[in-house]
């Protein structure tokens, strides 16, 4: 059984299911299938009204993972302590934009946390999944009738591939490298949401577990001010290194390495 598949919602969206499943090399299922009933792959990428989600399959399946900017846990997050540390961490008010590249993108949680706070944000992702999920978060996101959410995408600039492959003047704008590989090297534990557990398994299936340091590695030997680390409160840093300094909340903290003053 293979792990992922292609699932068109309807027949108006089999046009769509078909290319997206030509472009990733995944099988496509016929039209109708219920994630609940099938047994033709693992998971599945379903895509429907142009809105992709990202569905494990049988009956006690938990529900789809997708991008939604304009969730209300995203909201929340407007208000949330956890946005204060963010923007402390990449130096937000240092500058009047900071241009930022969040060089493990993943579903772009704090990338559009940044970006609300008026960064300008290169989000790099591997996972050619992933970049799926993220392109059909922020294609939804520019066509809302919000104008908040409307804006905050603006400055969202999706880059597919490895960051350390992109060219050097895409680099010489950068403020802060900002690296969150949390996922790929936390324990597997209750504290994963079950509708997690799939995205999590395509995080790992295009990492390993040196990944994380050589990112780092390769962050700090940019000429870049600033270089943030996304970590569990309680973890080591990465390899080995020792940050300018912490900003530590409850259960995560962020280690800061500061090369110089940002102007």
């Given amino acids: 059984m293979p792990e992922l598949a292609l699932l068109a919602a309807t027949e108006a969206d089999y046009a769509s299911a078909a290319r997206l499943a030509q472009h990733l ?16 792959a693992a998971a599945l990428l379903i895509v429907e009204d142009s809105v ?4 494990t ?24 302590g956890s946005r204060e540390l963010l923007g402390r961490a990449v130096g937000h008010g240092k500058k009047p934009v900071l241009n930022v ?22 989000l790099c992702e591997r996972d050619p999944v992933i970049v799926e999920l993220l392109r059909s978060g922020l294609l939804a996101a520019a066509g809302s009738d919000d104008p908040w959410l409307t804006a905050v995408v603006q400055r969202m600039h999706l880059s597919p591939g490895d960051a350390r492959e992109l060219v050097p003047a895409k680099m010489a704008s950068v403020d ?30 295009s990492t390993n ?51 110089r003053k940002l102007l």
């Fill in 52 to 55: 992709l989600r990202l569905q």
């Fill in 209 to 259: 577990p040196q990944d994380a340091d050589d990112l780092l590695v390769w962050a700090l030997r940019q000429n870049t001010p600033r270089v943030v680390v996304k970590r569990p409160a309680k973890a080591a840093s990465l390899a080995g290194q020792k940050p300018s300094h912490r900003i530590v909340g409850k259960s995560v903290r962020y280690d800061v390495y500061v090369h």
């Fill in 101 to 122: 590249l969040d060089a493990t993108a993943g579903l772009a949680r704090d990338a559009f946390v940044l970006a609300d706070l008026g960064c300008e944000v290169v």
């Fill in 25 to 40: 090399g995944l099988p496509l299922l016929a039209t109708g299938i219920e994630p609940a009933h099938c047994d033709a």
């Fill in 57 to 80: 399959t049988g009956r006690a399946a938990p529900g789809p993972v997708l991008v939604d900017f304009g969730s209300a846990g995203m909201r929340h997050r407007r208000n949330s």
């Fill in 176 to 205: 802060v490298i900002y690296l969150d590989p949390m996922f790929p090297t936390r324990r597997k534990s209750a504290a994963v949401k079950k509708e997690m557990a799939v995205f999590q398994s395509l995080l790992e299936r």
